[in-house]
C-alpha cells in the first residue's frame, strides 16, 4: 500500500491566490482528515469526512477555507483567497475506524507571500 | 474542553539512556491514545496506540502506559540511539459527547535529541 498521498509537496504562492492542497487516501479506509501545523499552534484539526461526506468542520478557521471528497480515493483542501498566516503545513491522514490508528501523509508545506 | 500536555517540551540525553516522556489529558472520555513520531520536515509516523481499555502497549525497544483515570501517558524508549532523534506527539482520540465521533487532539511534542 503507498500510504496517505498528498500532493503538491511544497506550494508557495503570492497572497490573495487560490491554492487547492490534494490527498489520497489509503484504499478502503472510510475516514478522512485534515490537520493543519504551525509553531505557535501544533497540530489542529481543520475538517474530517466520513464515507465521503463531512461530518466536523468546526475547526476550518475561515469561510476562505473549503473541503471537497467527490468520492473515496480523493480530497481536496481549498483555500481562497490565501493570506500569509495560512502559511503552513498541512496534513492528510485516513483511518479505517475513527476509533482505530491513523495514518499520516507527507504533508504540504504552504508558503503565502 | 480536552486538553493534551508533553513535558519536557525538549530532551537532550547521551545514546545509551533510557528515557520517559510524558503527555497529560484533562478528559478520560477517550477511545484511545496515539503517540507518534515526527522527523524535521516531515510527516507523522504512528509508534504505538492504545485502546482505552488498555494499560500498555511494546513496540521494540518502546513502552507505552495509560492510566486514563489519572489522564496521563508515558512514552519509555530503552537504550536510546542517536536515530532516534526526533519529535514524539501524544495525541488522544476525544469522544464525543454523542458518543459516535471523536477527534483526535494532538499534544505541542517533545523534542528528543540522542547525542552519540
Redesign the interface.
Known amino acids: 500500500d503507498a500510504g496517505v498521498i498528498q500532493s503538491p509537496r511544497h506550494e508557495v504562492t503570492e497572497m490573495g491566490q487560490e491554492v487547492t492542497l490534494r490527498c489520497k487516501p489509503i484504499s478502503g479506509h472510510d475516514y478522512l482528515?485534515w490537520y493543519r501545523q504551525t509553531m505557535m499552534r501544533?497540530?489542529e484539526?481543520l475538517i474530517?469526512f466520513n464515507n465521503n461526506v463531512p461530518?466536523?468542520d468546526s475547526g476550518m478557521p475561515e469561510d476562505r477555507f473549503s473541503a471537497k471528497m467527490p468520492n473515496a480515493s480523493f480530497s481536496t483542501l481549498k483555500i481562497q483567497p490565501s493570506e500569509p498566516r495560512d502559511s503552513a503545513v498541512y496534513?492528510c491522514?485516513s483511518s479505517l475506524i475513527?476509533?482505530?490508528?491513523?495514518?499520516?501523509?507527507?504533508?504540504t508545506?504552504l508558503t503565502v507571500v | 474542553k480536552q486538553e493534551v500536555t508533553q513535558i519536557p517540551a525538549a530532551l537532550s540525553v547521551p545514546e545509551g539512556e533510557n528515557l520517559v516522556l510524558n503527555c497529560s489529558f484533562t478528559d478520560s472520555a477517550i477511545?484511545?491514545l496515539?503517540w507518534?513520531r515526527q522527523d524535521p520536515?516531515?510527516?507523522?509516523?504512528?509508534l504505538l496506540?492504545i485502546?482505552s481499555s488498555q494499560r500498555e502497549q511494546t513496540s521494540g525497544r518502546l513502552n507505552a502506559s495509560l492510566d486514563k483515570s489519572s489522564g496521563r501517558s508515558t512514552l519509555y524508549i530503552a537504550a536510546s540511539q542517536p536515530g532516534d532523534s526526533a519529535t514524539y506527539?501524544c495525541?488522544v482520540?476525544h469522544r464525543s459527547s454523542s458518543g459516535n465521533?471523536?477527534?483526535?487532539?494532538?499534544?505541542?511534542?517533545t523534542t528528543l535529541q540522542v547525542k552519540p
Open positions: 482528515f501544533g497540530l484539526l474530517y461530518i466536523d496534513f491522514a475513527y476509533h482505530y490508528g491513523y495514518t499520516f501523509g507527507s504533508g508545506r | 477511545y484511545n496515539q507518534f520536515g516531515k510527516g507523522l509516523t504512528s496506540l485502546q506527539l495525541a482520540l465521533t471523536g477527534k483526535l487532539i494532538f499534544g505541542q511534542g
